[in-house]
Protein backbone atom coordinates (compact mmCIF):
# COMPACT_ATOMS: atom_id res chain seq x y z
CA UNK A 1 0.00 0.00 0.00
CA UNK A 2 1.63 3.20 -0.91
CA UNK A 3 0.91 6.27 1.57
CA UNK A 4 2.69 9.90 1.51
CA UNK A 5 2.13 11.48 4.40
CA UNK A 6 3.05 15.07 4.42
CA UNK A 7 4.15 17.69 7.25
CA UNK A 8 5.72 20.80 8.62
CA UNK A 9 2.87 23.36 7.41
CA UNK A 10 1.75 25.87 9.72
CA UNK A 11 0.77 29.61 10.27
CA UNK A 12 4.17 31.98 9.56
CA UNK A 13 4.72 35.63 9.16
CA UNK A 14 5.20 37.14 5.26
CA UNK A 15 8.78 36.65 4.94
CA UNK A 16 9.28 33.80 7.20
CA UNK A 17 10.22 30.23 6.18
CA UNK A 18 8.93 26.82 6.17
CA UNK A 19 10.04 23.40 5.59
CA UNK A 20 7.86 20.65 3.99
CA UNK A 21 8.25 16.94 4.69
CA UNK A 22 7.09 14.19 2.34
CA UNK A 23 7.65 10.81 4.13
CA UNK A 24 6.70 7.63 1.38
CA UNK A 25 6.31 4.00 1.75
CA UNK A 26 4.94 1.38 0.04
CA UNK A 27 6.86 3.07 -3.39
CA UNK A 28 10.45 2.03 -5.13
CA UNK A 29 11.01 5.57 -4.00
CA UNK A 30 13.72 6.00 -6.25
CA UNK A 31 12.34 5.20 -9.46
CA UNK A 32 9.19 7.87 -8.41
CA UNK A 33 9.28 11.27 -9.87
CA UNK A 34 7.83 13.89 -7.13
CA UNK A 35 6.64 17.18 -7.20
CA UNK A 36 4.43 19.85 -4.53
CA UNK A 37 1.05 21.17 -5.99
CA UNK A 38 -0.66 23.47 -4.04
CA UNK A 39 -4.14 24.70 -3.93
CA UNK A 40 -5.59 28.30 -2.75
CA UNK A 41 -9.45 28.54 -1.93
CA UNK A 42 -11.57 28.30 -5.24
CA UNK A 43 -7.93 27.71 -7.43
CA UNK A 44 -7.03 24.90 -9.34
CA UNK A 45 -4.44 22.72 -7.89
CA UNK A 46 -1.06 23.75 -9.24
CA UNK A 47 2.90 22.66 -9.42
CA UNK A 48 5.24 24.30 -7.13
CA UNK A 49 8.24 22.44 -7.63
CA UNK A 50 9.35 18.85 -9.50
CA UNK A 51 12.47 16.83 -8.76
CA UNK A 52 13.35 13.70 -10.60
CA UNK A 53 13.99 10.26 -9.84
CA UNK A 54 17.20 10.13 -9.58
CA UNK A 55 17.31 13.96 -7.89
CA UNK A 56 19.57 15.79 -10.44
CA UNK A 57 17.12 17.81 -12.23
CA UNK A 58 14.74 20.15 -10.40
CA UNK A 59 11.51 22.51 -11.46
CA UNK A 60 10.04 25.36 -10.05
CA UNK A 61 6.81 27.61 -10.97
CA UNK A 62 7.91 31.05 -11.58
CA UNK A 63 6.74 32.33 -8.80
CA UNK A 64 8.83 30.85 -6.52
CA UNK A 65 11.94 30.73 -8.18
CA UNK A 66 14.95 31.33 -5.68
CA UNK A 67 12.36 31.04 -2.86
CA UNK A 68 11.34 27.11 -2.35
CA UNK A 69 13.94 24.42 -2.78
CA UNK A 70 12.94 20.99 -3.74
CA UNK A 71 15.26 18.12 -2.44
CA UNK A 72 15.25 14.16 -1.75
CA UNK A 73 16.75 11.95 0.13
CA UNK A 74 16.14 8.32 -1.78
CA UNK A 75 17.87 6.55 1.77
CA UNK A 76 15.15 7.99 3.81
CA UNK A 77 12.02 7.92 0.89
CA UNK A 78 11.75 11.36 1.85
CA UNK A 79 11.04 14.52 -0.19
CA UNK A 80 11.69 17.86 1.03
CA UNK A 81 10.50 21.72 0.26
CA UNK A 82 12.16 24.64 1.61
CA UNK A 83 10.00 27.56 1.65
CA UNK A 84 12.10 30.96 2.07
CA UNK A 85 10.82 34.19 1.91
CA UNK A 86 6.88 33.10 2.48
CA UNK A 87 4.26 35.48 0.80
CA UNK A 88 0.70 35.91 1.82
CA UNK A 89 -0.17 34.05 -1.98
CA UNK A 90 1.97 31.18 -1.10
CA UNK A 91 -1.15 30.46 1.42
CA UNK A 92 -2.44 27.20 0.56
CA UNK A 93 -2.55 23.40 1.42
CA UNK A 94 0.53 22.00 -0.34
CA UNK A 95 0.37 18.30 -1.82
CA UNK A 96 3.32 15.63 -2.64
CA UNK A 97 2.95 13.77 -5.51
CA UNK A 98 4.36 10.97 -6.85
CA UNK A 99 4.71 9.37 -10.22
CA UNK A 100 7.13 6.71 -12.54
CA UNK A 101 10.40 8.28 -13.38
CA UNK A 102 9.78 11.35 -15.16
CA UNK A 103 8.69 15.04 -13.71
CA UNK A 104 5.37 16.59 -15.09
CA UNK A 105 3.51 19.99 -14.38
CA UNK A 106 -0.02 18.56 -15.21
CA UNK A 107 -1.56 17.29 -11.45
CA UNK A 108 -3.68 14.49 -13.19
CA UNK A 109 -0.32 12.26 -14.34
CA UNK A 110 0.35 11.61 -11.27
CA UNK A 111 -0.19 8.35 -9.57
CA UNK A 112 -0.27 8.83 -5.51
CA UNK A 113 -1.00 11.60 -3.47
CA UNK A 114 -0.61 12.75 0.13
CA UNK A 115 -3.47 14.12 1.99
CA UNK A 116 -2.01 17.65 1.98
CA UNK A 117 -0.48 19.96 4.51
CA UNK A 118 -1.82 23.79 5.36
CA UNK A 119 0.47 26.74 4.93
CA UNK A 120 -0.73 30.03 5.62
CA UNK A 121 1.05 33.25 5.67
CA UNK A 122 0.47 36.12 7.63
CA UNK A 123 0.59 39.33 5.82
Known amino acids: QVQLVESGGGLVQAGGSLRLTCTTS????????MAWFRQAPGKAREVVAG????????YYADSVKGRFTISRDNAKKTVYLQMNNLKFEDTAVYYCASRDFVFYTDPRKYDFWGQGTQVTVSS
Open 51 to 58: ITSDGYST
Open 26 to 33: GLTFSTYA
